[in-house]
């Protein structure tokens, strides 16, 4: 059995207004992330763990933020072609694990339904999605409120031989 694994990472800016994007799901916070897209850091490192577990590059190859049309896009749309890309390879996502590091808006009631939401666009089941989120404890940018990161994992497993 073949498996591969991935590690992807991200953090945007954030900046006064109405609500935060993670995972696809909308949290009304006193901030906005700042992006080319909509910024969803979460979405954005588990698509960079996807594509490097399948060695693939990375969101830049395939969706540079020099093109225009990646502008305003929502991130539920890289993760999907990011999913197609992975089974093209010939494989399937076995396990996905992550953390976001927010200082704030609290998350830990939204992440039973970002686990939900990311399981449905990668199409694997809830407990093949794992979502943590960490504060920085007061420390760095992410500490000050000025940005909010995330990492991510991956597992896959190959299901073709080509
Ligand atoms: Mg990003």
Same mark, same amino acid.
């Given at each position: 059995?073949?498996?591969?694994?991935?590690?992807?990472?991200?953090?945007?800016?954030?900046?006064?207004?109405?609500?935060?994007?993670?995972?696809?799901?909308?949290?009304?916070?006193?901030?906005?992330?700042?992006?080319? &897209?909509?910024?969803?850091?979460?979405?954005?490192?588990?698509?960079?763990?996807?594509?490097?577990?399948?060695?693939?590059?990375?969101?830049?190859?395939?969706?540079?933020?020099?093109?225009?049309?990646?502008?305003?896009?929502? &991130?539920?749309?890289?993760?999907?072609?990011?999913?197609?890309?992975?089974?093209?390879?010939?494989?399937?996502?076995?396990?996905?694990?992550?953390?976001?590091?927010?200082?704030?808006?609290?998350?830990?009631?939204?992440?039973?339904?970002?686990?939900?939401?990311?399981?449905?666009?990668?199409?694997?089941?809830?407990?093949?999605? &794992?979502?943590?989120?960490?504060?920085?404890?007061?420390?760095?940018?992410?500490?000050?409120?000025?940005?909010?990161?995330?990492?991510?994992?991956?597992?896959?497993?190959?299901?073709?031989?080509?």
């Amino acid at each position: 059995m073949t498996i591969r694994i991935g590690i992807g990472y991200d953090i945007h800016r954030l900046k006064n207004g109405k609500g935060i994007r993670l995972g696809a799901i909308l949290i009304p916070c006193e901030f906005e992330l700042v992006g080319h &897209s909509d910024a969803d850091v979460l979405i954005h490192a588990v698509c960079d763990a996807l594509l490097g577990a399948v060695g693939a590059g990375d969101m830049g190859t395939h969706f540079p933020d020099s093109d225009e049309k990646f502008r305003g896009k929502e &991130s539920s749309w890289f993760l999907r072609e990011v999913a197609k890309k992975v089974q093209k390879k010939g494989f399937k996502i076995s396990q996905i694990d992550s953390v976001i590091i927010a200082e704030r808006p609290k998350l830990l009631e939204y992440l039973p339904q970002i686990r939900k939401k990311l399981a449905g666009l990668l199409r694997t089941s809830i407990e093949q999605v &794992s979502v943590k989120a960490k504060t920085n404890e007061g420390l760095d940018s992410i500490g000050g409120k000025k940005a909010i990161a995330a990492w991510a994992v991956s597992l896959v497993q190959k299901v073709k031989t080509k």
